[in-house]
């Protein structure tokens, strides 16, 4: 039968010996002193934030990159890296296009119709990738893009709003590397061409498109803050490198190559600038023809003009650099030093588990809710405890591995994707809060199982087991999608820095912290498993026998 809950008396000595007090304060405090008073606890905890450093620092300090310049002395490290551009805010950016352009000052516009965005790139599958050797194959990368541009100037990083045809995302207006607005769908052809423009009214860009050159909608305005009073406005052709990804039992691999894009001009039109002015073709980025050098691309018309129709041919990206193998370049990622977090969590959930199943082994569970007859009260302290030791723990070790992993990375000349002050406080707290969860679930776990080996491996199963489905591709890459956003493994996706940008293809990739759930949403769903399984534990705690 279960313990009466009248005419008990309250100790003034709580469970373990401490002064409990009165009131939920005092059960809380008994609570405590009962969970610091076993060693194997605490050091569990300490092993967990021990874990989650180690394996963070570890990372970092193995990450090296080496290299070989023309034939030089080896080097190692930030001198391995070309210089990085970024974006007005900061953002690391890929800003490489051909560009067929004239000075514009003060406000004007620009019009032109596009009839063919045609591509190219490297054969991955028939033989070794020679860039200009002819290893290309036909072929169009999704977000392979030609139009038209209004951008501060010619150097990388510069402000700009554009209007393009893409790959297969119909008409874009894109900005300032992050910002993108759909417009028409469908593919540019001579017989369905877009009519894309821009205007420019001091620091605002308009941008329209049109099917027929008559019928104009608009599709974005946007504000490019400190603009200069003369610009450059023209034509650009792009695509960014081909990729391809094989997944396989227990690992992902890999491969890439170089990719072009040829988009075809024609009525084009220029107000606001210089009456005949020339046309000047620039390799931003040494993004002329792929197999050019950059001096090349510099030196090179790189474009055709035949009565007024123009032909452009450019290569790389215009868009923020994300984590994969697609990004240019070596980056990493504020979360990726806390990739010890999933050790770290293990150890809690153990922990986590035992704090209730350890009750019934010894059989105190008798004495505490004789104590307490409070069911529901003895639970809620039992949770607010170890809730409150795992995210105290857990916001210790993730602050001290990003704080010494991240440098160490840059250090090896790793690029770190830069995030607001904002984006990293989330990540460093939201970490501590998945593992308070997950150990108040796996605290409820316990409550409801009773038996430590059984509490333990439900845990496992529903936190730890998912995650490595998904991330060894051991299950089929929608199934590991799915296991990731309905079991609490979710919760992780509160790591989550980088978002995933429309305009940048990328794929669920745990590694490199891509959720298929947005942070907060994966993190609501691990605290719906949490209070599902807390309902549970106290509906069970008031029906059973001590």
């Known amino acids: 039968m279960t313990a009466q809950t009248t005419a008990q008396p309250r100790p003034t000595t709580g469970p373990g010996g401490a002064s409990g007090g009165t009131g939920f304060g005092g059960l809380v405090r008994a609570e405590w002193v009962k969970f610091r008073s076993v060693r194997g606890w605490m050091i569990g905890m300490i092993l967990a934030a021990v874990l989650m450093v180690f394996i963070g620092v570890f990372a970092a300090a193995n990450a090296d990159i080496g290299c070989q310049i023309n034939g030089g002395p080896p080097k190692s490290g930030k001198a391995c890296l070309p210089p990085i551009p970024h974006g007005p805010g900061g953002e690391v950016v890929s800003d490489g296009f051909y560009f067929v352009h004239q000075p514009l000052t003060g406000n004007g516009s620009i019009t032109a119709r596009v009839t063919a965005l045609t591509g190219e790139h490297a054969n991955l599958t028939g033989g070794p990738v020679q860039v200009g050797s002819g290893y290309m194959v036909p ?27 893409t790959g297969s995302n119909g008409v874009r207006m894109q900005y300032n590397y992050t910002g993108d607005s759909a417009g028409m769908p469908g593919n540019a052809s001579a017989a369905h ?23 104009w909608t608009q599709v974005s305005t946007v504000q490019l803050a400190g603009l200069p009073a003369t610009v450059q406005v023209g034509m650009f052709a792009t695509s960014p490198n081909y990729t391809l990804t094989q997944n396989s039992f ?46 090349q691309a510099q030196g090179q018309p790189g474009f055709g003009n035949s009565h007024g129709t123009f032909t452009l041919t450019g290569s790389g990206d215009i868009a923020p650099v994300t984590p994969g193998p697609g990004s240019g370049y070596p980056t990493v990622t504020i979360e990726q030093s806390l990739a010890g977090a999933f050790l770290g969590l293990i150890a809690i959930v153990v922990v986590a588990a035992m704090f209730f199943t350890a009750e019934y082994r010894r059989g105190l569970i008798r004495t505490t809710l004789a104590a307490s ?40 000349g790793l690029v770190l994707l830069p995030v ?112 599902a399984a807390l309902g549970l534990a106290f509906v069970l705690l008031r029906q059973r026998d001590a």
């Open 139 to 165: 072929g169009l990368a999704s977000w392979a893009k030609a139009g038209i541009i209004v951008k501060q100037g010619t150097h990388q990083g510069s402000a700009y709003a554009a209007m393009m045809v």
């Open 193 to 215: 061409p877009r009519w894309l423009r821009l205007t420019r009214s001091g620091d605002t860009i308009t941008g329209y498109d049109s099917a027929d050159g008559t019928h």
């Open 250 to 295: 227990g690992g992902r691999s890999n491969r890439g190559g170089p990719a072009q894009a040829t988009g075809v001009f024609d009525h084009v039109s220029l107000s606001g600038a210089a009456p005949g002015g020339t046309w000047t073709g620039t390799a931003v980025g040494g993004g002329g023809p792929v197999g050019q050098t950059r001096a």
């Open 373 to 412: 007859p409070r069911r529901g009260a003895v639970l809620a302290a039992k949770a607010l405890v170890i809730g409150g030791v795992a995210f105290a723990t857990g916001l210790i070790a993730s602050a001290i591995s990003i704080a010494v992993g991240v440098p160490k990375e840059e250090n090896q």
């Open 420 to 531: 607001p002050a904002l984006t990293e406080a989330r990540v460093i707290v939201g970490t501590a809060a998945v593992l308070a969860v997950a150990a108040v679930f796996a605290l409820a776990l316990g409550a409801v199982l009773r038996r430590s080996a059984a509490a333990i491996t439900a845990a496992v199963v529903t936190v730890v087991l998912p995650f490595l489905l998904a991330g060894l591709n051991i299950v089929p890459s929608g199934v590991g999608a799915w296991l990731l956003r309905l079991t609490p493994t979710a919760g992780l996706a509160i790591q989550q820095s980088i978002p995933r940008y429309p305009q940048v293809t990328s794929v669920v990739d745990t590694v490199r912290g891509y959720w298929p759930l947005s942070p907060y949403a994966g993190f609501g769903v691990l605290c719906l498993w949490a209070a």
